[in-house]
């Protein structure tokens, strides 16, 4: 009979765990002995590759500038939730998922500090946390053995945590969080029938839709395959239909506040924001096994693929189909998304793998029948010093850790914006018009440019080509901003003469050019890094029609002294906002 936390392989279901090495091999009591002494030292490695970069910086990491002023609106507004947010100019819709701003909120509250220092440590222990509930996913998915090689994947691979603990985590990572909760509840009332589990799993979910859309877009499909998985009665059903509709009563207080105050349009205008699917995009990511986004080798990722082997040839497809329709149906946030499937994957293929691999297993405890033989047959297996497995194991995790700590590109978008550039902004907060309208360049792609996201909220001044807020606008207002954004960065290189000409095609007028002078984290693909070279910079300085008002080592600030004539202007949805966030 399988052991707890297995499932034995079928034709005709779907499975999630790693079935126990063959009979007779003492996995069990192996892992027992592992689960003791290496699930802490796991932990202790993801604990501090998240809050490592936390400690070690003054500002939140990379983003945040929105939800810091959205927190902000909040506070000022006695926690009762605000019609509009006064994040870049007061006219975007406060629709976004709630919950991390009013933890934020009650934190700073509560401990009596300032809403930057929340957005710098709290994203970073709920991602601690994150680890906690996926060690608690694996236990019941895994033997302990494999449980335990899964947390060392999931603590390190970059995108279990690399955007969860940015200032912008403080909603992204209540969202995964949750979303690995409600998934461990998930599993232990679809695959064990653990019937009072329909309370739990429906406040999980619920809360994983109060905290981020995309996270809980990520339960949705997943709980879909546990359901295809385990599902093989009619009980089966009505226990998943109750998870749904407590799902939708516990996030009831958010979504029903936004229906009656705005109607479906802003929910449906944000779930159109993820990007449409691309086939070349699907076959370069598994032509490639670009599944972890590390610039060095990934022993996760070929340890996943291993898994990813074994169970084809067991036919237990979940944890495969899992990442296939992660990369389908979420391509925006696909390798976020794999990073719980691949870990299970490393586990699975520690346990069924290397395991026997390394063995020095007798003849009795290897054998197979053959077919239609009932003798058993020794089969020989391969011997290796006592200390090989350990040295290797030890090897890939410390790579790992390398790995995670030491790319640049991982490094770089965990940076925080310098001080340097704050200045810049704190000059523009104290010395321009209060209805003053930026057009910050940086040349940057969207997601990770701090300085256009932070801008609004540090300077408080209208910044017409930021991205971030627009995913809640209505009429394909998320990709009219994107393409004007990208359009804009694009400048970077070029001279005055590509500001006048997005100015008048796109209808967006400016009173003052903000340009950064540092090189961009992850430049446009049409603006490769190594060609930023300040030339908008030089081509202002030498035109006419721009004069310099601030000149400081991080940024420098031209006012338009003859802007080119527009007709329209961004951000024109609703009716400016009060400091409240309502409309005056």
Same mark, same amino acid.
């Given at each position: /009979? @399988?052991?707890?936390?297995?499932?034995?392989?079928?034709?005709?279901?779907?499975?999630?765990?790693?079935?126990p +090495?063959?009979?007779?091999?003492?996995? !069990?009591?192996?892992?027992?002995? /592992?689960?003791?002494?290496?699930?802490? @030292?796991?932990?202790?490695l993801?604990?501090? +590759?998240?809050?490592?970069?936390?400690?070690?910086?003054?500002?939140?990491?990379?983003?945040?500038?929105?939800?810091?002023?959205?927190?902000?609106?909040?506070?000022?507004?006695h926690?009762?939730?605000?019609?509009?947010?006064?994040?870049?100019?007061?006219?975007?819709?406060?629709?976004?998922?709630?919950?991390?701003?009013?933890?934020?909120?009650?934190?700073?509250?509560l401990? !009596?500090?300032?809403?930057?220092?929340?957005?710098?440590?709290?994203?970073?222990?709920?991602?601690?946390?994150?680890?906690?509930?996926?060690?608690?996913?694996?236990?019941r /998915?895994l033997?302990?053995?494999?449980?335990?090689?899964?947390?060392?994947?999931?603590?390190?691979?970059?995108?279990?945590?690399?955007?969860?603990v940015?200032?912008?985590?403080?909603?992204?990572?209540?969202? &995964?969080?949750?979303?690995?909760?409600?998934?461990?509840?998930?599993?232990?009332?679809?695959?064990?029938?653990?019937?009072?589990?329909?309370?739990?799993?429906?406040?999980?979910?619920?809360?994983?839709?109060?905290?981020?859309?995309?996270?809980?877009?990520?339960?949705?499909?997943?709980?879909?395959?546990?359901v295809?998985?385990?599902?093989?009665?009619?009980?089966g059903?009505? !226990?998943?239909?109750?998870?749904? +509709?407590? *799902?939708?009563?516990?996030?009831?207080?958010?979504?029903?506040? +936004?229906?009656?105050?705005?109607?479906?349009?802003?929910?449906l205008?944000?779930?159109?924001?993820?990007?449409?699917?691309?086939?070349?995009?699907?076959?370069?990511? &598994?032509?490639?096994?670009?599944l972890?986004?590390?610039?060095?080798?990934?022993?996760?990722?070929?340890?996943?693929?291993?898994?990813?082997?074994?169970?084809?040839?067991?036919?237990?497809?979940?944890?495969?189909?899992?990442?296939a329709?992660?990369?389908?149906?979420?391509?925006?946030?696909?390798?976020?998304?794999?990073?719980? @499937?691949?870990?299970?994957?490393?586990?699975?293929?520690? *346990?069924?793998?290397?395991?026997?691999?390394?063995?020095?297993?007798?003849?009795e405890?290897?054998?197979?029948?053959?077919?239609?033989?009932?003798?058993?047959?020794?089969?020989?297996t391969?011997s290796?010093?006592?200390?090989?497995?350990?040295?290797?194991?030890?090897?890939?995790?410390?790579?790992?850790l390398?790995?995670?700590?030491?790319?640049?590109?991982?490094m770089?978008?965990?940076?925080?914006?310098?001080? *340097?550039?704050?200045?810049?902004?704190?000059?523009?907060?104290?010395?321009?018009?209060?209805?003053?309208?930026?057009?910050?360049?940086?040349?940057?792609?969207?997601?990770?440019?701090?300085?256009?996201?932070w801008?609004?909220?540090l300077?408080?001044?209208?910044?017409?080509?930021?991205?971030?807020?627009?995913?809640?606008?209505?009429?394909?207002?998320?990709?009219?901003?994107?393409?004007?954004?990208?359009?804009?960065?694009?400048?970077?290189?070029q001279?005055?003469?590509?500001?006048?000409?997005?100015?008048?095609?796109t209808?967006?007028?400016?009173?003052?050019?903000?340009?950064?002078r540092?090189p961009?984290?992850?430049?446009?693909?049409?603006?490769?890094?190594?060609?930023?070279?300040?030339?908008?910079?030089?081509?202002?300085?030498?035109?006419?029609?721009?004069?310099?008002?601030?000149?400081?080592?991080?940024?420098?600030?031209?006012?338009?002294?003859?802007?080119?004539?527009?007709?329209?202007?961004?951000?024109?949805?609703h009716?400016?906002?009060?400091?409240?966030?309502?409309?005056?």
């Open positions: /009979m @399988p052991s707890k936390g297995s499932i034995a392989p079928s034709p005709r279901a779907l499975s999630a765990v790693a079935e +090495i063959p009979s007779g091999t003492d996995v !069990h009591a192996l892992g027992g002995t /592992m689960t003791a002494a290496f699930a802490l @030292p796991a932990l202790i993801g604990f501090g +590759i998240r809050l490592l970069p936390v400690l070690t910086a003054t500002f939140p990491l990379n983003d945040g500038g929105m939800f810091y002023s959205m927190v902000e609106d909040l506070k000022r507004s926690f009762a939730l605000p019609a509009y947010t006064s994040y870049n100019g007061g006219s975007l819709p406060y629709t976004y998922p709630p919950l991390g701003f009013y933890a934020g909120a009650a934190m700073s509250e401990l !009596h500090v300032d809403v930057l220092t929340v957005l710098r440590i709290l994203p970073a222990l709920v991602s601690c946390l994150t680890l906690l509930a996926f060690y608690r996913l694996a236990t /998915m033997v302990p053995a494999g449980a335990v090689a899964a947390l060392f994947a999931f603590a390190l691979l970059p995108r279990s945590f690399e955007w969860e940015m200032g912008g985590g403080l909603t992204r990572s209540f969202g &995964f969080l949750f979303a690995v909760l409600a998934l461990t509840e998930l599993y232990g009332l679809l695959r064990n029938r653990e019937a009072w589990r329909v309370i739990s799993a429906s406040v999980f979910c619920g809360l994983t839709l109060m905290s981020h859309l995309e996270f809980g877009w990520f339960l949705a499909f997943s709980a879909a395959l546990f295809v998985a385990f599902v093989r009665s009619r009980l059903i009505v !226990h998943a239909a109750l998870v749904g +509709i407590g *799902t939708l009563a516990v996030s009831s207080p958010w979504w029903l506040t +936004i229906v009656l105050l705005e109607g479906l349009r802003p929910l205008a944000a779930g159109q924001t993820g990007g449409a699917l691309s086939v070349e995009v699907v076959l370069s990511a &598994f032509a490639q096994l670009d972890t986004q590390e610039s060095l080798f990934s022993p996760a990722l070929v340890l996943g693929a291993v898994g990813v082997l074994v169970s084809l040839r067991d036919r237990r497809y979940l944890l495969p189909a899992w990442i329709t992660s990369l389908v149906l979420d391509p925006r946030n696909y390798l976020t998304d794999v990073a719980v @499937p691949l870990a299970l994957l490393v586990g699975v293929a520690f *346990t069924e793998f290397l395991i026997p691999f390394f063995s020095r297993g007798t003849p405890l290897t054998s197979r029948r053959r077919e239609g033989d009932d003798r058993k047959s020794p089969r020989r391969m290796a010093p006592r200390w090989f497995a350990p040295a290797v194991l030890g090897a890939a995790v410390m790579y790992s390398f790995s995670a700590i030491g790319s640049p590109l991982i770089a978008s965990l940076a925080t914006l310098p001080t *340097t550039e704050r200045a810049a902004m704190a000059w523009a907060a104290s010395n321009t018009p209060a209805a003053s309208r930026f057009l910050v360049i940086s040349g940057e792609a969207w997601a990770v440019d701090r300085s256009a996201e801008f609004p909220a300077a408080g001044r209208v910044s017409v080509a930021t991205v971030q807020g627009s995913e809640w606008l209505q009429n394909g207002g998320f990709a009219a901003q994107l393409s004007r954004d990208q359009a804009v960065q694009a400048c970077a290189v001279g005055s003469a590509c500001l006048a000409s997005w100015s008048r095609s209808g967006v007028a400016f009173d003052y050019v903000y340009v950064d540092r961009p984290v992850r430049s446009q693909p049409s603006l490769p890094a190594a060609e930023y070279s300040w030339a908008l910079e030089y081509a202002l300085r030498a035109d006419p029609d721009y004069r310099v008002v601030y000149d400081g080592s991080g940024a420098v600030i031209f006012a338009v002294v003859r802007p080119p004539a527009t007709t329209a202007t961004p951000f024109a949805r009716a400016p906002a009060d400091d409240y966030g309502r409309p005056s």
